[in-house]
């Protein structure tokens, strides 16, 4: 038998859940879990974990070192493989500033945009928005889609009567926006894309221009492909005629 982390008081297994970190023990009723989340987790085929408040803070700092981790190769992929022109950007970055990017992707993940979609012509700002958002659903949603929903919608920028503005739309979650962008049948001019960050929209643009200047100077056996909304540069083989 075992004392409470919280209220260090005796606890035994039947009345508490275990940590999944430091293995210690905690009342049910100084989880502030709910009854359902106690069944999940007591589960012998739970896909859930518990952490005590002390070990959750290790859990999203771990989590948080995991996608530097995955940030930096990307950077580094970058400056490896787009030549001089994508190296200065990344070649500066402190600890803070991507931490800063990381949150920021992880933000905007819950998001795409939508490009062209032409804009309404309702008198106040609330029906402008709700005629938005019906006609994005009408444009980015095909077959069945009951479950996805879109949370909200808004304008990006000042209203200029000569240019369309960008549409950010946003997700219950980052699974929705995926699995949207995913089935995205393109129609007309109507672009989707990932909501990206500032630092992305740069690459975004180093690495097209790289690729037209490339092109211009007869490299002809390369392509952009996108990955994630992300941009890079391949070779293809030439067909032997």
């Known amino acids: 038998m075992s004392n409470c982390t919280y209220c260090g008081k005796k606890g035994r297994n039947n ?5 999944d970190i430091c293995r210690k023990l905690v009342h049910t009723d100084c989880s502030g879990l709910s009854r359902m989340e106690i069944e999940c987790i007591r589960s012998n085929s739970r896909k859930i974990h518990y952490y005590c408040d ?19 190769s990307e950077l580094e992929v970058m400056k490896n493989n787009q030549g001089n022109v994508a190296r200065s950007d990344n070649d500066n970055l402190s ?6 990017e990381v949150e920021e992707r ?4 819950y998001n795409l945009i939508l490009f062209n979609l032409s804009e309404s012509d309702e008198e106040t700002d609330v029906k402008r928005n709700e005629n938005d958002t019906s006609r994005a659903g009408q444009t980015i949603f095909s077959g069945e889609h009951e479950k996805i929903k879109i949370m909200s919608c808004c304008r990006l920028g ?40 500032r630092r992305q ?11 037209k200047n490339r092109r211009e100077q007869g490299e002809d056996d390369i392509i952009l492909k996108y990955s994630n909304g992300i941009p890079k540069i391949q070779k293809v083989e030439k067909k032997n005629s």
């Open 15 to 19: 009345d508490c859940v275990t940590c």
């Open 54 to 72: 002390k070990c959750d803070i290790v859990a999203t700092i771990n989590k948080l070192k995991s996608e530097l981790d995955v940030l930096k």
């Open 95 to 100: 600890a803070e500033e991507l931490i800063t």
């Open 158 to 197: 000042k209203y200029n009567n000569e240019k369309i503005r960008p549409l950010r739309i946003s997700f219950e979650n980052p699974q929705y926006a995926t699995e949207t962008l995913r089935k995205y049948i393109r129609k007309e001019k109507l672009y989707l894309n990932r909501d990206l960050t």
């Open 201 to 211: 929209q740069n690459q975004c643009y180093m690495i097209r221009t790289e690729f």
């Open 106 to 109: 992880n933000r905007r993940a």
